[in-house]
């Protein structure tokens, strides 16, 4: 498996370094060095990528900005000397954190680790849709109500919670996305945006970077689109 | 650091060994025999970061604090990885102090004479390295 890769990073030789590293690893297809974090915003709108190495001290932008800034987050993996950006990995789900200098082989221990996540992220957006059960139960303000997933049309996240949309109500829950994504596995539910996932049954109408479910315009994030495509076809 | 005539670096046909007078422990530890990991590094060092130090002398004769801040947190990683962690102990203070805009020259002058003793010793190195590497594939 072939990762493509960006590199987001002030320091010349931070950049160096990394681009070395990543002509050394088979799994790595480096496509772009940037040495600021607008120009990794930019390249981000324009280009497939499936692991970034962002630098979270720069001047003017700094990586905390860019993941903020950024419509859609492959994986990340910080890369930092200062450990109090722990924390902040943490919160953004980054797939690693290294810290500054890392050698070779702590390096290729990351991309292993990277590969492992897009195998198994591919393994779920492939999985034929099987109904195991046709309903669920979400939490909300201290009572467990139940669900029909048919009745379910996308969920959307705000902040620390999760709106769940139905076709009669919405629910606020305490969740995240990349947990019900986990749960819904194998229901034609996807995810299409950092904040989306939708129900693949409810889609009235597709264009370029948006769909439609009931009169919602939901965005499409660019590094999901090729796979909403090829999970169309599978219905 | 000591003069520079007298070092020498002990290599043997299989393995390579670093320069004493450079932090060896760390090294060794970070390069564990990859060693044309380490002449990429060297290189590196020699060819960018020099001339980032030289660039933060001057932000420094010129005040501006932040741009010395910046530099030093930029060079440290570098100056680790040449073995030269006495002097990326001390940026290190510097960063942290830049930041509150104190009194840095002496620290800084510091910071200078050491690497003025150590930039030969980096030399001699990377060329040892280079010489090891040449043996390694005859």
């Known amino acids: 498996m072939l990762l493509n890769t960006m590199i987001v990073d002030d320091s010349l030789e931070a950049r160096k370094i990394l681009e070395f590293f990543c002509n050394k690893n088979k799994h790595i297809n480096l496509i772009a060095e940037c040495d600021g974090a607008e120009k990794g915003l930019f390249f981000l709108e324009k280009e497939s990528v499936d692991l970034i190495f962002l630098d979270m001290n720069m001047p003017e932008v700094s990586g905390i900005d860019f993941l903020n800034r950024a419509p859609e987050t492959p994986m990340v993996v910080f890369t930092t000397s200062e450990e109090k950006y722990a924390v902040d990995a943490f919160e953004f789900q980054a797939q690693d954190f290294l810290k500054k200098p890392f050698n070779y082989p702590r390096f290729d221990r990351c991309v292993r680790r990277a590969i492992e996540t897009m195998e198994k992220e591919n393994q779920i957006q492939q999985t034929l849709s099987i109904p195991q059960s046709q309903s669920l139960f979400i939490k909300e303000k201290g009572r467990h109500v139940r669900l029909n997933i048919t009745d379910i049309l996308y969920f959307e996240n705000e902040s620390d919670y999760v709106r769940v949309h139905c076709k009669d109500k919405h629910y606020m829950i305490y969740s995240t996305l990349k947990r019900i994504v986990e749960k819904l596995a194998n229901h034609n539910f996807m995810r299409i945006h950092r904040s989306f996932i939708i129900n693949l049954n409810e889609i009235v109408d597709i264009e370029e970077s948006t769909l439609v479910i009931e009169r919602k315009v939901i965005p499409i994030a660019k590094a999901h689109k090729s796979a909403l495509m090829k999970r169309l076809k599978l219905l | ?138």
Do not use: W
């Not at chain 2, 933060?56 to 990885?81: E, G, W």
């Not at chain 2, 510091?110 to 001699?124: D, E, G, L």
């Open chain 2, 1 to 138: 650091m000591n003069n520079v005539d007298n070092i020498g670096t002990l290599t043997n046909e299989n393995s390579f060994h670093f320069n004493p007078l450079l932090d060896v422990n760390y090294l060794n530890d970070y390069y564990q025999e990859n060693i044309s990991d380490a002449a990429f590094v060297f290189d590196l060092f020699l060819n960018c970061t020099v001339q980032k130090f030289y660039e933060f002398i001057d932000s420094m004769l010129s005040n501006n604090h932040r741009k010395v801040y910046h530099l030093a947190h930029q060079m440290i990683p570098t100056f680790k990885l040449v073995g030269l962690t006495d002097i990326a102990l001390l940026l290190k203070e510097l960063e942290s102090k830049a930041r509150q805009s104190s009194c840095l020259h002496s620290l800084v002058k510091s910071i200078r004479t050491k690497f003025k003793k150590a930039i030969p010793i980096v030399f001699n190195q990377q060329a040892a390295i280079g010489s090891f590497l040449r043996r390694q594939k005859h």
